[in-house]
């Protein structure tokens, strides 16, 4: 494998940095923060961390806009976050640039991701205009009783590396319309992308005279994201990565009575029954475990195959795998994009070591591909003979858990039979069987689908997961009311004052 230079790489992250107007935003050749690329492994930029008081002026900052934003009639709101869509569309390919570069996403990807934050956006427009309450009949005469949507306040969006950008845009564009301002602390792995991000959110914010505090970025490492978390000024703590991180965080924030929104790991299964149409599902489900190296948190880990087609479900996709071209993720050509750092490769490792044993036999992959830069790995799928401690766990890498069943039930027993609860499918051309998958006895998941794989949602359905994947929702459908608190009124518009439930309370 040829990769390219860092040098040459760096140059293009400054231009795409550049191009967003972020070029003299915190670089400092003497910073303890280091963005590094997963393609080669070497330094884009150094930059200087957030400081504690920063952290504190930020909140602070986006705190008083916010007493500005909440009046701010929401259509209005509207318009900022169209003009961020705007800009997110002319510098399309500058991000999608900085997402491969820092995530280390194939192009295709990395677009899409870009795609998924200029949808969003023009989905929270539209929301800007239908933050509905509900008029309920009262039970007293000459009484109205309704409730009200108002804004939270500040909110601090905690994201992981693996969409750098995207969940921030489900996040902000959100918290945006509903009247929030916004704290982002993205991953320490990926702060370019986010130093482009906020500076396109400053000019949207400056183009439509909307208050500069509206959005805060802070820099920096797990630390930096403890202070947001502990700060009682912030409102809602919505955190995405891994379950123990959620942990912390959910804990620390139930401290101080706060709210929280958790998206958390998954461990995703895919049933393929025997009626299954295979030339669909092997499609399905190489995408769905082997697209962005297994680094998606909807990654596939787990295929539960009917006995009598396991044999030849097994070989289409192995032979699927091996076809798979693992590289330099700016090539046109490349599927599989590097793992972002070393520590991935060294879970992978060690979850094939447990796997095998556990019995479980190695069908292909699972090998280094040497680069002599980044960390490049084959997708591996490795056939288990019983969903072991090591299948129940989420290893952030391309691994394949092959198990098998002979009833339903028994199939549906096992996809559930693991702590996460994100994403899941069934392949089946059996109406009764893809129902059963998706009735309250079936899949667990907060996502479950039929005859597509478990990755790749799009942003008009509310995204999240069951169990320990922390039962958040953001992004499309109805997840906004978490951004924003619900006042129930009762209105008496009468000259007398009947009290509820017929209570009678002196003459
Ligand atoms: P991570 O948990 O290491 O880090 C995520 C973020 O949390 C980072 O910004 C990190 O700095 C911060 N953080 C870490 N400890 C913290 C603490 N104690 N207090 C506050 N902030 C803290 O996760 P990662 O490696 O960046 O991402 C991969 C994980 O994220 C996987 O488990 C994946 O499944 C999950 N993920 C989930 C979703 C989802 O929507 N459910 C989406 C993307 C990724």
Redesign the pocket.
């Known amino acids: 494998m040829i990769l390219p230079d860092t040098d040459s790489l760096r140059t293009r992250a400054e231009a795409a940095l550049a191009a967003c107007g972020a070029r003299d935003d915190h670089p400092n050749p003497e910073g303890a923060l280091t963005a590094r690329t997963p393609i080669t492994g070497g330094v884009l930029c150094r930059l200087t961390p957030t400081t504690s008081t920063q952290v504190s002026d930020a909140v602070a900052d986006a705190h008083d806009a916010f007493l500005r934003w909440r009046t701010v009639p929401a259509p209005q709101r509207g318009a900022l976050v169209r003009r961020l869509g705007e800009l997110l569309t002319e510098h399309k390919s500058d991000l999608a640039a900085l997402v491969t570069l820092e995530a280390g996403k194939i192009t295709s990807e990395a677009l899409g991701e870009v795609q998924e934050m200029i949808d969003v956006c023009e989905f929270a427009v539209g929301l800007s205009r239908q933050l509905y309450g509900r008029t309920m009949p009262s039970e007293r005469a000459g009484h109205r009783l309704m409730e009200t949507w108002h804004p939270l306040g500040v909110v601090a969006v905690?994201?992981?590396?693996?969409?750098p950008v995207a969940?921030w845009s489900w996040n902000t564009a959100l918290a945006l319309v509903c009247g929030d301002t916004v704290v982002w602390?993205?991953?320490?792995?990926t702060p370019l992308t986010a130093i482009a991000c906020d500076a396109l959110l400053r000019r949207a914010a400056e183009d439509v005279g909307a208050p500069a505090g509206v959005h805060r970025l802070v820099l920096?490492?797990?630390?930096?994201?403890?202070q947001?978390?502990d700060d009682p000024r912030v409102a809602l703590v919505s955190?995405?990565?891994?379950?123990?991180?959620?942990r912390?965080?959910g804990l620390?924030v139930a401290q101080r009575l706060g709210r929280c929104l958790l998206?958390?790991?998954?461990n995703n299964a895919a049933v393929v029954a025997p009626s299954a149409d295979l030339d669909l599902a092997v499609r399905g489900i190489v995408f769905s475990a082997a697209g962005t190296a297994g680094?998606?948190?909807?990654?596939l880990r787990r295929l539960i195959v009917h006995s009598s087609v396991a044999d030849e479900t097994i070989e289409r996709v192995a032979s699927a795998f091996r076809q798979l071209r693992v590289g330099n993720p700016l090539e046109a050509d490349t599927l599989v994009g590097p793992l972002?750092r070393e520590r991935s490769w060294e879970a992978m490792t060690a979850a094939l070591d447990k796997a095998r044993a556990d019995g479980g036999t190695l069908v292909c992959g699972g090998e280094r591909v040497e680069s002599g830069g980044g960390h490049y790995v084959s997708p591996a799928l490795v056939r288990m003979p019983a969903q072991t401690a090591v299948v129940r766990e989420?290893t952030?890498a391309p691994i394949l858990y092959v198990l098998t069943y002979e009833t339903l039930d028994e199939a549906i027993a096992l996809h559930n039979d693991v702590p996460q609860g994100?994403s899941s499918s069934i392949f089946t051309t059996d109406q009764r069987e893809a129902e059963r998958f998706l009735a309250a006895d079936g899949s667990d998941c907060g996502i479950a689908n039929v005859n597509i794989g478990t990755s790749g949602a799009e942003i008009g359905g509310a995204?999240?997961?069951e169990k320990e994947?922390?039962g958040?929702r953001?992004s499309g459908s109805d997840a906004w009311k978490a951004y924003m608190r619900r006042a129930t009124n009762t209105v008496n518009y009468s000259d007398q004052l009947p009290l509820a439930q017929g209570v009678k309370f002196g003459r």
Not at 158 to 163: D, H, L, Y
Not at 220 to 226: H, K, L, Q, T
Not at 239 to 246: F, I, L, P
Not at 263 to 266: C, Q
């Open positions: 905690i994201s992981a590396f693996n969409f969940v602390k993205p991953s320490e792995l920096g490492a797990g630390p930096v994201g403890e947001l978390v955190a995405t990565g891994s379950v123990r991180m959620g912390a965080v620390r998206e958390l790991g998954g680094q998606r948190c909807t990654s972002i989420e952030f994100l995204f999240g997961g994947t922390g958040g953001e």
